[in-house]
């Protein structure tokens, strides 16, 4: 599937398209909570971000989904305050995937993993999962997520180092938070950290969509669509 860039779907220039890419953008980070359930379900070891949103669960004693958008609201103000680029579905990602996750908990979807052989499968079939819906999410063009727009903008400001050693060491420090609060660590960790990459490149290049010739619109631009009822 390829997008042109003269839609006026993906260019969000009118109300409905903004509308429509709102629904895509919520029913993509739904499912995509699925996919961040099955890896913690998997028992080996959350992914670095979901280590810090567990231990802050555990320490706290709250849901899963209520840390998450604790944690990806406090990082939306830290984008804001840098300046970055803020769009509409930065708050529906904000919101949507760990709430989600309360669901799927909630609902027992899936019985967590009692074996490695059990276990690595299920992390697996997430991290698809979480590759093709970061696509159905960003071809919404209404903004990235939180913490990739976190990323961009410190790597901005770290312009000696490169974004891939900023990466590692924001993960690193998300990582080292979570388990000091009591996040559970392991190979699945590890996992996730060495595939995540590898497995979204493979999903996009199934899809034919390169997330470079994105343009994600402002949350200002999309309100002054709305506004104008274009």
Not at 17 to 24: E, G, K
Not at 102 to 123: E, K, Q, R, Y
Request: hydrophobic content about 50%.
């Amino acid at each position: 599937m390829e997008l042109t860039k003269d839609s006026r779907l993906q260019e969000n220039r009118t109300t409905g398209a903004i509308l429509l890419n709102m629904i895509l953008a919520a029913v993509s980070l739904f499912v995509n909570g699925f996919g961040v359930y099955l890896t913690i379900q998997a028992n080996l070891g959350a992914a670095p971000w979901d280590v810090l949103n567990l231990g802050v669960s555990h320490t706290f004693n709250m849901l899963y989904g209520n840390a998450s958008v604790s944690i990806s609201l406090l990082i939306l103000l830290i984008d804001i305050l840098l300046k970055e680029p803020i769009g509409i579905a930065m708050f529906i990602d904000a919101v949507v995937v760990g709430k989600a996750v309360d669901f799927f908990n909630w609902i027992h979807a899936v019985s967590p993993a009692t074996s490695l052989w059990h276990g690595i499968p299920m992390m697996l079939i997430g991290l698809f999962i979480l590759a093709y819906t970061q696509y159905g999410y960003m071809i919404a063009c209404l903004g990235c997520g939180p913490r990739d727009t976190l990323l961009v903008g410190l790597s901005k400001r770290l312009k000696k180092l490169p974004i891939g050693a900023v990466s590692i060491g924001l993960l690193s420090a998300a990582t080292l938070i979570g388990w000091l609060l009591g996040g559970p660590v392991g190979i699945g960790t590890l996992i996730c950290a060495f595939a995540t990459g590898p497995i979204m490149q493979f999903a996009f290049q199934t899809v034919r969509f390169d997330a470079t010739h994105i343009h994600h619109q402002r949350l200002k631009d999309s309100f002054s669509v709305i506004l104008h009822r274009s």
